[in-house]
């Protein structure tokens, strides 16, 4: 996966503000998620930049949606693009004693993957994480099915599980 081992480069263009729990030094790709009660969605992307985040969050959720973040500079417009944002400062806390967000369900959600991903797919090449990723969130969302296949086929006739 990269993104566990020291940065052999860094990322000359990426506009850092606050260096709490991000650097602007990064190996490997980039992995954005979102989750909501039993659905999760990653995405492969080449930068963690406001450019390529927040055109993304706009597209997959609607607007009015609340979204819990940490405190990360990138997600700092949210609130003005019509979202409700509530965030927390992961250096205090893991769930904001005032609001109540948390990001752990994503955090949780995020080992869950890269551990089933790195144990299954060892060796594999990155150009196939996000189809890695996408069965991952196929699955969890699909956890409480008795039969995977039949669910599968299900999906083939376009019939929602």
């Known amino acids: 996966m990269g993104g566990n081992a020291p940065a052999k480069s860094k990322d000359e263009e990426a506009d850092v503000?606050?260096?709490?729990?991000?650097?602007?030094?990064?190996?490997?790709?980039w992995v954005f998620g979102l989750h909501q009660v039993d659905v999760c969605h990653y995405?492969?992307?080449?930068?963690?930049?406001k450019g390529t985040l927040i055109p993304l969050i706009k597209?997959?959720?609607e607007v009015g949606s609340v979204i819990y973040s940490d405190e990360w500079w990138v997600y700092s417009s949210l609130t003005a693009e019509g979202f409700l944002h509530e965030t927390v400062n992961?250096?205090?806390?893991?769930?904001d004693p005032t609001s109540g967000a948390h990001t752990q369900a994503i955090e949780r959600l995020w080992l869950c993957?890269?551990?089933s991903i790195l144990k299954k797919k060892r060796g594999?090449?990155?150009?196939?994480?996000?189809?890695?990723?996408?069965?991952?969130?196929?699955?969890?969302?699909?956890?409480?099915?008795?039969?995977?296949?039949?669910?599968?086929?299900?999906?083939?006739?376009?019939i929602a599980v």
């Open 124 to 158: 594999g090449l990155m150009y196939h994480l996000q189809s890695h990723l996408d069965h991952y969130c196929w699955r969890m969302k699909r956890k409480s099915e008795p039969d995977l296949f039949v669910a599968f086929l299900d999906n083939v006739r376009g």
């Open 59 to 61: 597209r997959e959720c």
């Open 43 to 49: 995405f492969v992307v080449e930068r963690g930049d």
């Open 17 to 29: 503000q606050n260096m709490r729990n991000h650097s602007a030094q990064i190996d490997g790709p």
């Open 113 to 115: 993957a890269k551990v």
């Open 90 to 95: 992961l250096q205090e806390n893991y769930i």
